[in-house]
């Protein structure tokens, strides 16, 4: 039986049963990187939490350049239900669906969870996240930055994983419903060298949780 197949039935078998169970919701917090420095607190609301899966895309000049970041994409799945009831499982997602063969836009029906909606980059370099199927939307600047734990999943490229990241409304833009997230429990999305000029495509997973 395929892996990936296996995982997919072990998500949603886990998902289903919480939902049928009587375990009781609590106030769930973005988890921690366990560095010294952490990403800094917010008083703000939960609105929503999501698990993101997609590819962080970079640039190669030449052969031997230093890779230049050129956005993301992401389908948003929500998780919010599943982060108030049990983080643990929450967290253990992104590691995994890193390995999920991933198509952007067209990745909707693949993991046991509702599409909240999708993250991507205007003409500018704006980290936009499209939380359509809540009519919100966040036009992102970045915060805070920190690296991302040593024993982060290095996803299916062995390169490492991106930075957790906290982002707030960017000014001139009209963010509505959502004005702070966090990018967090990443797995892949770090470039490798670059060996010719062009597109560089790595592939990506990870939490985000929206507040206002």
């Given at each position: 039986m395929n892996v990936m197949?296996?995982?997919l039935l072990f998500l949603a078998t886990v998902f289903?049963?919480?939902?049928?169970?009587?375990?009781?919701?609590?106030?769930?917090?973005?988890?921690?990187?366990?560095?010294?420095?952490?990403?800094?607190?917010?008083?703000?609301?939960l609105q929503y939490v999501?698990?993101?899966?997609?590819?962080?895309?970079?640039?190669?000049?030449?052969?031997?350049?230093?890779p230049v970041q050129q956005g993301a994409v992401a389908t948003l799945f929500d998780a919010t239900w599943l982060a108030y009831h049990d983080e643990s499982t929450?967290?253990?997602?992104?590691?995994?669906?890193?390995?999920?063969?991933?198509l952007p836009y067209r990745f909707d029906v693949t993991l046991p969870f509702i599409v909240l909606g999708h993250h991507f980059f205007d003409s500018i370099g704006t980290p936009t996240f499209d939380l359509y199927s809540v009519n919100k939307t966040l036009y992102g600047r970045k915060t805070s930055d920190i690296k991302a734990p040593a024993a982060a999943n290095k996803g299916p490229a062995g390169t490492g994983a991106v930075d957790w990241l906290q982002l707030t409304a960017k000014p001139?833009?009209?963010?509505?419903?959502?004005?702070?997230?966090?990018?967090?429990?990443?797995?892949?999305?770090?470039?490798?060298n670059c060996t010719i000029?062009?597109?560089?495509?790595?592939q990506y997973a990870a939490e985000y949780w929206f507040y206002d």
């Open positions: 197949f296996i995982l289903e049963f919480l939902q049928s169970s009587n375990v009781v919701a609590k106030t769930p917090i973005p988890p921690l990187s366990g560095d010294a420095t952490e990403l800094p607190s917010t008083n703000l609301t999501a698990v993101g899966r997609g590819t962080q895309n970079y640039t190669c000049a030449s052969s031997g350049s230093l929450l967290n253990a997602i992104p590691p995994r669906a890193v390995y999920i063969p991933f001139g833009y009209e963010s509505n419903g959502v004005s702070l997230a966090y990018r967090v429990v990443t797995a892949g999305g770090e470039p490798f000029a062009g597109i560089m495509i790595v």
